[in-house]
């Protein structure tokens, strides 16, 4: 279930038809009442930061080092904290409490793995003007490549 959703792009934790208790890592039983009816639950708000830590160990090969490794808590959804891998910001400004949306990075083998992307750097930062594409048009205009005139074929 969890797997499957999460190729897709998708959180699913699980919910407890009985009382409503979600949780995560999926176990297929209650843990506030036992009860062993488990829908799932996607999960599609932003999440916070619970805790982190910062890992400098490459375990991949493809890893960059340093990177967050963050546990992420959901308002609306008490119990469930999911970790991820933290991306959209240098592992040093990763902090307790910032928001961050819910990713997904290709793991091993066939699988999506969760990871989890900054929103919001510590909270006071001045926003970011929105990138804007190609609207870098400012360079001034390169003047002409000097090699290329008169080249031996020239007219
Ligand atoms: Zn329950």
């Not at 909270?123 to 205009?141: K, Q, S, T």
């Amino acid at each position: 279930m969890f797997w499957a959703a999460a190729k897709e792009g998708r959180l699913v934790v699980e919910g407890c038809s009985s009382c409503g208790a979600e949780s995560f890592p999926p176990r297929g039983m209650c843990r506030s009442c036992r009860g062993r009816t488990m829908v799932p639950v996607e999960i599609t708000s932003h999440g916070h930061v619970y805790s982190l830590t910062v890992n400098y160990q490459r375990w991949l090969p493809d890893l960059e080092v340093p990177y967050a490794i963050v546990l992420v808590e959901f308002r609306d959804h008490p119990g469930v904290r999911v970790v991820g891998r933290l991306r959209g910001c240098p592992p040093e400004e990763a902090a307790i409490g910032m928001t961050v949306d819910i990713g997904f990075e290709p793991g091993p083998g066939d699988y999506a793995i969760p990871s989890f992307v900054a929103l919001l750097a510590r909270g006071d930062d001045p926003p970011r003007p929105p990138r804007e594409g190609i609207a870098r048009g400012d360079d001034p205009p390169r003047p002409p490549r000097e090699g290329m005139a008169g080249g031996p074929d020239g007219i």
